[in-house]
């Protein structure tokens, strides 16, 4: 169905000097508040978490693959909370809404694809690694070499930028209706195709091509590397030893099902199934609560991170007292 009071595609309509309005959580007047308090501590904690791993990952002289690539994700995901939540918190202050210019949310939404499209390269490069260490031992070292760990991180990068820059321009050529209200509170990809102005589901293509290519095609390596993990795991005798493997696989799995689970109710699903009060609760946990359990969880189960962040209180707790 057509969006009520659509016009016609002409250049007013996808002119760059357009304003969007983000409606936020306009119709929770009354507890903005105590949700802008919540957000907010919640925001602090999770950077607070990803600057400390990330720095203890720096400061650390030998870094093994998996250290490399968990740098890696804590700083994707500290870009990740500084490209929505502040936008998330303005929102809670402003009583009827934010506005945001027609180039600031293809900024925002360009960004927020891309860094989401990088984690899910990313973790398809760290299930690799599990894989090689599990079910090839004797070679990971020769095989998980520092030049191949740099390539897997620029190359999970660019994919990134790059299907979301596509599907950012796919978007944002759309004609918009007359009310540019955004029902969420960012530049989300269902929301603002929520305002084209179109009969057919032409404009959902590039989503579920992005779809395919960001979510579908990472999870299938992802799940390809467990059946083989699973399988060498058959082969190994001892209990003890398969539960010792394994265990070095449950963070992983852990971020995986967070991350796919959440983006997967999202976005694979057709357009007449949005629902804006549905959609911006899941988004909440989706770009405030898994930000912060990433690092929690990588610092409970991980014996690398343990062991890196305490020789970094150690060296912290050493240069307090000289």
Same mark, same amino acid.
């Not at 936020?24 to 007047?29: H, I, Q, T």
């Not at 357009?271 to 609760?281: A, C, E, G, L």
């Not at 898994?290 to 062991?307: A, H, V």
């Given at each position: 169905m057509p969006c009520e009071g659509c016009m016609e595609r002409d250049n007013k309509s996808t002119d760059p000097t357009m304003?969007?309005?983000?409606?936020?959580?306009?119709?929770?007047?009354?507890?903005?508040?105590?949700l802008?308090?919540?957000?907010?501590?919640?925001?602090?904690?999770?950077?607070?978490?990803?600057?400390?791993?990330?720095?203890?990952?720096?400061?650390?002289?030998?870094?093994?693959?998996?250290?490399?690539?968990?740098?890696?994700?804590s700083v994707i995901e500290l870009c990740y909370t500084l490209v929505i939540v502040p936008k998330a918190l303005l929102s809670l202050i402003v009583v009827d809404g934010s506005t945001i210019s027609f180039v600031g949310c293809a900024a925002q939404m360009h960004l927020f694809v891309a860094l989401g499209g990088a984690e899910c390269?990313?973790?398809?490069?760290?299930?690799?690694?599990? &894989?090689?260490?599990?079910?090839?031992?004797?070679? &990971?070292?020769?095989?998980?070499?520092?030049?191949l760990c740099l390539r897997l991180a620029v190359a999970c990068c660019l994919g990134g930028f790059a299907v979301a820059l596509g599907l950012t321009v796919a978007v944002f050529r759309l004609p918009f209706c007359q009310s540019h209200r955004i029902n969420h509170f960012f530049c989300d990809v269902p929301a603002v195709l929520h305002l084209a102005c179109t009969q057919s589901y032409t404009p959902e293509l590039p989503l579920l091509a992005a779809c395919v290519l960001l979510l579908l095609l990472p999870f299938l390596l992802i799940l390809t590397?467990?059946?083989?993990?699973?399988?060498a795991l058959l082969h190994v005798s001892s209990s003890v030893g398969r539960g010792k493997a394994f265990s070095t696989c449950i963070s992983h799995l852990a971020i995986t099902l967070l991350h796919y689970g959440c983006a997967t109710f999202i976005y694979i699903r057709p357009? +007449?199934? &949005? +629902?804006?009060?549905?959609?911006?609760?899941v988004s909440l946990v989706y770009?405030?609560?898994?930000?912060?359990?990433?690092?929690?969880? &990588?610092?409970?189960?991980?014996?690398?991170?343990?062991?890196?962040?305490?020789?970094m209180l150690m060296r912290k707790q050493i240069a307090q007292l000289n």
């Open positions: 304003e969007f309005l983000l409606l936020g959580f306009s119709e929770l007047l009354c507890l903005r508040v105590l802008f308090l919540i957000f907010l501590i919640v925001h602090l904690v999770t950077l607070a978490g990803n600057v400390m791993i990330f720095m203890a990952v720096v400061m650390e002289p030998s870094r093994p693959p998996m250290l490399f690539f968990l740098c890696q994700l390269f990313l973790l398809v490069a760290m299930s690799y690694d599990r &894989y090689v260490a599990i079910c090839q031992p004797l070679h &990971y070292v020769a095989v998980m070499s520092e030049g590397s467990y059946v083989c993990i699973a399988a357009k +007449s199934s &949005y +629902s804006p009060t549905r959609d911006k609760m770009t405030n609560i898994t930000p912060l359990l990433y690092p929690l969880i &990588y610092s409970l189960r991980n014996k690398e991170i343990r062991g890196v962040l305490r020789k």
